[in-house]
């Protein structure tokens, strides 16, 4: 699923290059862009699709193609996992606490979530600076122990950084970027500790709806309730449908569904039925 997801997601970057070097008029654009789309589709054997093309902040161009793994067509409406974009609004969270005056970013994270604790020989204190930068030290193997699971519940963050408790650092914080979920899971984590209240309820109250992303959700029960439905996991290349993993521990680095999101760049939105 992730390979298909990242194969569109090149090619989709390389479509403003593709239209940029002329004023292309709506209707060639949308021709361009219908057999393009039809093409990769077809490629990489994505069961459904949606597509919007932005310019000077208008949609010139909004298709959808295929099905959900529930038979349905997908729509403009339909609520796709964003994945890692979940990461830029888990760290928008964040920095609201910082603006409320609640939370300081170069503060050790032991201020707020003391019971999670880690191993180091450097001495330094991992912050939540960090945490945001990917600089903690916690290495990607490390967060794969305890990401992309089945956890369901409002405790299902502390769960995951409790199991993920006593990790030894693979780098001194702040001396080396590494890649890993879990620095977004504790991230999540010091969300509920610093607002008291579950991450899927502070997400709901202070970014989904100010914003109208009124099909947003960071918990399974409220996905379900929005319209998500699991989507397809890629098998040898072809798309099965998927048992419908979701992670409620995971809401702060991937498992957010959302309709009509912006992905990639302003130029282009696209949402895809590959996701789990």
Avoid at 8 to 13: P, R, Y
Avoid at 45 to 68: D, T
Avoid at 175 to 201: D, H, Q, T
């Amino acid at each position: 699923m992730r390979t298909k997801i990242i194969a569109v997601f090149i090619v989709l970057l390389l479509l403003p290059r593709q239209f940029a070097a002329a004023e292309t008029s709506a209707s060639d654009l949308g021709r361009q862009m219908t057999a393009f789309m039809d093409q990769a589709l077809a490629r990489y054997q994505i069961p459904g699709a949606s597509l919007a093309v932005l310019r000077k902040g208008e949609i010139i161009y909004q298709h959808n193609w295929g099905f959900m793994s529930d038979g349905k067509p997908v729509t403009s409406d339909t609520p796709f996992l964003i994945g890692s974009v979940s990461k830029p609004l888990t760290a928008l969270a964040v920095m609201m606490l910082v603006q409320d005056g609640r939370l300081q970013l170069d503060d050790p994270i032991d201020n707020y979530i003391p019971e999670f604790q880690y191993k180091t020989t450097s001495g330094k204190a991992i912050t939540v600076r960090q945490l945001l930068e990917q600089t903690s030290g916690i290495g990607e193997s490390a967060g794969l122990a305890v990401t992309d699971r089945t956890s369901r519940g409002d405790d299902a963050i502390s769960q995951a950084v409790r199991t993920l408790s006593g990790v030894s650092l693979k780098h001194a914080p702040g001396e080396a970027y590494e890649y890993s979920s879990a620095n977004y899971l504790l991230l999540g984590a010091i969300v509920e500790s610093v607002s008291s209240m579950p991450f899927s309820k502070f997400m709901e109250m202070r970014i989904f709806s100010p914003l109208g992303m009124d099909d947003a959700a960071a918990d399974y029960k409220s996905a379900v309730g929005k319209g998500y439905v699991p989507g397809y996991r890629s098998w040898f290349g072809r798309p099965m449908k998927s048992g419908g993993l979701y992670d409620d521990s995971g809401a702060p680095y991937g498992y957010i569904p959302q309709a009509r999101t912006i992905l990639c760049s302003s130029f282009v939105s696209c949402r895809m039925g590959a996701n789990c």
